[in-house]
């Protein structure tokens, strides 16, 4: 980081651990495993663990046990295994959330961190989560909401639409699929879990200004492929436009002191004992 701003060199996962985990998912891990919390001597599986950032804060709150991340991106898992970590060794493991290669009964704790949306088959992921859980094991998962209950990501899909044209948002508009609580609780308790709790909680998200999350947002996440046929200066017509577009559909609060800072919304669940 630079003054505070997000510099774009490196991979679109060397990145996401860079920025988007302490800005981002690091807040809603804590709050995952202070639902889930994973105990001296458990075996936990985080599954689409991408750099790991679950798996590592449960290794660190345990000082035995087996921890066990597993993700289908190799980048991510690549960069995973390049992050120091604390506490249990961690096992990276590439693998796909539909399909387990785990035996049943196997995990005293799974965990799934804002991974559910992207799933194609949910019913199938959620199955093979119930499967490889022990009987008496417990679950953590999060899924963003509505995408205008996170208003930042809201005022930036608006305005790439206006700049890009009516489906240019689809691929953010995707990581918010879920529209109730209600939604991930029928899905749970359809895959045989008994004691679902699935609360809405929000985080307050700080980035550097609305141009940082907009570069990233375009230049270093799957929305990249959005501008690949551009030319260079293009891109950055395209970036300014859309950065400026969301800071007018943006409000004072959300601007205050030059930074982009809004709630994010997240559905959590937390299972206990089937
Ligand atoms: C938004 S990231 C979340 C990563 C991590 N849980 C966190 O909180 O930082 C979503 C992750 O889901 C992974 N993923 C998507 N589909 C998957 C599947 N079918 N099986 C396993 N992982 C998958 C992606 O590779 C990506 O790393």
Redesign the pocket.
């Known amino acids: 980081m630079s003054d505070g701003h997000w510099q774009l060199e490196g991979t679109g996962a060397e990145l996401y651990e860079r920025y988007l985990?302490p800005a981002i998912?690091a807040k809603?891990?804590e709050d995952l495993l202070d639902r889930a919390q994973p105990r001296e001597g458990e075996a936990v599986l985080?599954?689409?663990?991408?750099?790991g950032?679950?798996a590592r804060l449960a290794a660190g709150r345990m000082g035995r046990g087996k921890v066990i991340g597993?993700?289908?991106?190799s980048g991510?898992l690549a960069v995973a295994r390049s992050v120091p970590t604390e506490g249990v060794p961690i096992n990276w493991m590439g693998?796909?959330?539909?399909d387990l290669p785990f035996t049943s009964d196997s995990f005293d704790v799974v965990l799934?961190?804002?991974?559910l949306q992207?799933?194609?088959d949910q019913t199938r992921?959620l199955d093979e989560m119930r499967r490889v859980l022990k009987r008496s094991g417990r679950a953590g998962l999060s899924v963003y909401s509505e995408i205008e209950r996170t208003p930042g990501a809201n005022a930036f899909v608006l305005a790439l639409d206006a700049v890009l044209g009516r489906d240019a948002s689809r691929i953010k508009r995707g990581e918010h699929r879920f529209t109730a609580a209600a939604q991930l609780e029928t899905l749970l308790r359809a895959a045989g879990f008994n004691a679902v709790d699935v609360q809405t909680v929000e985080q307050t998200i700080v980035f550097p200004s609305v141009l940082d999350y907009v570069q990233f947002r375009l230049l270093a996440t799957p929305m990249a492929s959005l501008l690949k046929d551009r030319t260079a200066s293009e891109r950055q017509e395209i970036i300014l436009s859309v950065a400026s577009k969301t800071t007018a559909l943006s409000t004072s609060a959300m601007l205050e002191g030059g930074t982009f800072t809004f709630p994010q919304q997240a559905y959590v669940a937390a299972t206990l004992g089937g």
């Open positions: 985990v998912t809603w891990a985080d599954i689409a663990c991408g750099t950032i679950v597993l993700d289908l991106n991510m693998g796909s959330a539909l799934c961190q804002l991974g992207f799933f194609p992921a």
